[in-house]
């Protein structure tokens, strides 16, 4: 029995954490404690940022915090030997992860690196203590490690090989892996969804997935800082989900909006500048990032207006005064192409809607490309219904774009669309069994040795063995991609012998690929995966042809 279950969401740009009782549970599966971050706007998400002390191994601040003690440290000229990291997540985006190792570096804002592992698990320590004093306050009795099960969540379109990082780096944590489950965001998003009221969705209709009858197929739309997560679900009796499209997305998040508008500095300014100021005015340089993350947040449809920002004095100061300059960073503004549409008043910089908009033009673009695709398939002919989850759906800019894009689908928005994973995310771990049925992303199979046959297989891979010539490295086809699996159950059973006798042992190597039928486990699009290892008690002597 789970008494208490633990979730921690690991954003790209935004993290945070809920915790909930199975006897809550059982009243009310949507009942949570969701942490509250004093950032004066109460939010239920604090920045994924980090401070590590010059010593690369101590936690200085996370969150908020960190923002801010930063900012103190830069005031003062004393922050230079500090490692300040944001938006590291990234670092597990990419195809099967290839180069995603335990010895993989991560670099913050200023260049300096760390060891990758570290800063995810110092992240993740934070919040597991962060929570625990929660839970300990709430609480007359000591709560004991085991009476809690962690839930940790990841995009669905990560490869296996980032998911295995987290699990890695949770671990190091200090969370027993018996303890720790992974879920899924959209999984988790959709699974909170089923249980909402009518009048908790912000929809033209009020439609809600909790009243759609069973076998209705729906696209889950999880849109964050990071990545955008797309899958479709269909639903089961009792509150349960099925996958029927594997997941897939991109890279297109909120993060790509901040790039745009760190071109556009760039495009006023001149990259030396923009650069010099980064570095050398850090504290301009954060607080003009922390005001455009509100402004991006609150950015509207709107035809006239403008909106107005902070211009640091700073940045104007080295723009005016970089070597043979001739002009006022006014002059160069009505110089540009943003003449008409960008204006600077003293220290206030106004920026027409049009032009903030464009500033999420690639993103969105980008997105609803993706999705137009998906929609077009004619297996999904049958979808008419969009679930929108993440912090990034709840920009009115991507609301409108998706809704345009896709007349005649109904759009249903959660209206607390930011938690929906991390409430989700404690349904699921109070009941794994509440998604029924997955589909595949890779095909999974093991290296083997089979006996070589002249002229088919390559010189390369013959070797001599007790039963003759064998090819090595041969991918013995486990399960294929796009196949519908249960989770819980065997999917497969295969029998395996040695190749010579007297063998002490048999390792399996583990591959995945995202071709259906790969022929050696080295042609490309073959990741490993891992290694398991059997051990004998007796040297074994049988020998077959599909041996290891």
């Known amino acids: 029995m789970r008494v208490i279950v633990a979730a921690i969401d690991f954003g790209t740009t935004y993290s945070g954490w809920a915790f909930s009782f199975r006897s809550d549970y059982e009243k009310d599966p949507t009942k949570a404690d969701v942490k509250h971050w004093h950032s004066g706007l109460g939010t239920v998400k604090t920045p994924t940022c980090l401070l590590v002390k010059p010593d690369g191994v101590t936690l200085q601040a996370f969150g908020y915090d960190a923002e801010n003690q930063y900012m103190e440290l830069a005031d003062k000229d004393e922050h230079k030997n500090y490692y300040y990291f944001r938006r590291f997540k990234m670092l597990l985006f990419g195809a099967l992860g290839k180069h995603l190792t335990k010895e993989i570096n991560v670099t913050d804002e200023m260049g300096k ?116 997560d797309i899958t479709v679900h269909e639903v089961q009796s009792q509150y349960t989900l099925r996958e029927v499209r594997a997941a897939n997305g991109g890279d297109w998040g909120g993060i790509i909006v901040d790039k745009a508008f760190e071109h556009f500095l760039i495009d006023l300014v001149g990259e030396t500048v923009f650069n010099t100021f980064k570095h050398s005015e850090t504290v301009d340089w954060l607080h003009l990032s922390r005001e455009f993350e509100l402004k991006k947040q609150a950015a509207r449809t709107q035809s006239e207006g403008n909106v107005i920002m902070h211009f ?144 088919i297989h390559p010189e390369s891979k013959r070797r001599k063995t007790d039963a003759g010539d064998r090819c090595k490295d041969i991918l013995d086809k486990l399960i294929e991609k796009g196949l519908r699996v249960t989770p819980g159950e065997t999917q497969v059973k295969e029998y395996y012998y040695t190749s010579n006798k007297k063998q002490s042992g048999m390792f399996f190597n583990i591959f995945i690929s995202e071709e259906k039928n790969p022929t050696f486990v080295d042609d490309k699009g073959c990741t490993k995966l891992g290694t398991i290892k059997i051990y004998f008690e007796e040297p074994d002597v049988y020998l077959d042809v599909k041996s290891i």
């Not at 110089?335 to 206030?348: M, N, P």
């Open 312 to 455: 640091p004095v700073s940045l104007i100061d080295l723009f005016e005064t970089e070597k043979e300059r001739k002009m006022s960073i006014k002059d160069a503004i009505v110089a540009s192409k943003y003449s008409k549409t960008v204006d600077l008043k003293r220290d206030k910089f106004q920026i027409s809607h049009s032009t903030v908009e464009k500033l999420f033009e690639d993103s969105i673009q980008q997105i609803v490309k993706h999705v137009q695709i998906l929609m077009n398939d004619e297996r999904m002919a049958d979808i008419k219904v969009i679930l929108m989850v993440g912090g990034y759906s709840e920009s009115a800019l991507l609301q409108r774009a998706i809704k345009s894009a896709l007349p005649g689908i109904h759009i249903v928005i959660p209206q607390e669309a930011s938690s929906a994973v991390l409430r989700g995310a404690l349904i699921f771990g109070h009941n794994p069994m509440t998604v029924t049925e997955r589909i595949l992303k890779y095909t999974y199979g093991t290296g083997v040795a089979k006996p070589f046959v002249d002229g």
């Open 113 to 228: 690196e760390l060891l990758g592992i570290d800063v995810f698990a110092m992240s993740i320590k934070f919040m597991i203590d962060d929570l625990m004093a929660v839970v300990n306050q709430r609480l007359t009795g000591i709560i004991m490690e085991t009476d809690i099960h962690w839930v940790l969540t990841v995009p669905a379109i990560w490869s296996d090989p980032a998911k295995q990082f987290m699990r890695h780096a949770a671990v190091k944590a200090g969370i027993a892996t018996e303890r720790l489950t992974i879920v899924l965001e959209p999984e988790a998003a959709s699974l909170y969804c089923q249980h909402l009221p009518v009048n908790t969705a912000v929809t033209d209709d009020s439609l809600t997935i909790s009243e759609f009858p069973t076998g209705s197929k729906y696209m889950v739309f999880d849109a964050g800082g990071g990545t955008i």
